[in-house]
């Protein structure tokens, strides 16, 4: 059997310890498992539209002000100091050198980020977007609504024809009775 020289001998040690080394920088030997990266639990999407340099859905950890909205987008400050936290949903549209309109954005829209429709403000274009609700069971919710008057509890979409319990159930995480407006 052949021996190897000192040199060769350095050599197969280095390569060894480099190994061992890559092995354990790999596995993260000796080291705390990390945690998971910080995001935000419930991102707020904010649609901004209209005449910015940055127009789009941005994202924000909490409720933005419209100010940090119209920052973020590119956009001139409005005249008058807006400090009015805008939910997750809402769609800012400049309309001009500081002014804007706010509303929702659309509901198919809305249904991609995740988010929920109001049932009592969905258009009929909202509302074809649902899974399982089409043009014309989109018009009869909108026609019960109408007849009735805004739904107090989820629950009461089943009072309208084509929607039984499991369609309902289905329904329901995309769905919310949000706060009437006062004007």
Not at 111 to 117: P, Q
Not at 122 to 134: E, F, Q, S, Y
């Amino acid at each position: 059997m052949r021996y190897f020289s000192r040199s060769q001998q350095g050599v197969i040690v280095l390569l060894g310890a480099a190994l061992l080394l890559l092995w354990a920088w790999r596995g993260h030997f000796g080291l705390p498992p990390a945690g998971p990266q910080a995001r935000p639990l419930n991102p707020v999407f904010v649609e901004v539209a209209g005449k910015v340099p940055h127009p789009g859905v941005l994202i924000f950890p909490q409720p933005p002000t419209l100010s940090q909205v119209l920052a973020q987008a590119g956009a001139a400050k409005p005249e008058e100091n807006v400090e009015t936290h805008l939910p997750s949903g809402a769609k800012v549209e400049i309309t001009g050198a500081g002014q804007y309109r706010l509303g929702r954005m659309s509901g198919p829209q809305l249904l991609t980020l995740g988010l929920a429709l109001d049932i009592n403000n969905a258009t009929a274009a909202d509302l074809d977007a649902l899974p399982g609700i089409g043009p014309a069971l989109a018009q009869r919710i909108l026609d019960f609504r109408r007849t009735h008057g805004p739904f107090q509890k989820i629950d009461d979409l089943e009072q309208v024809s084509g929607i039984g319990p499991k369609k309902l159930e289905k329904l329901k995480p995309y769905l919310f009775i949000g706060e009437e407006e006062k004007d």
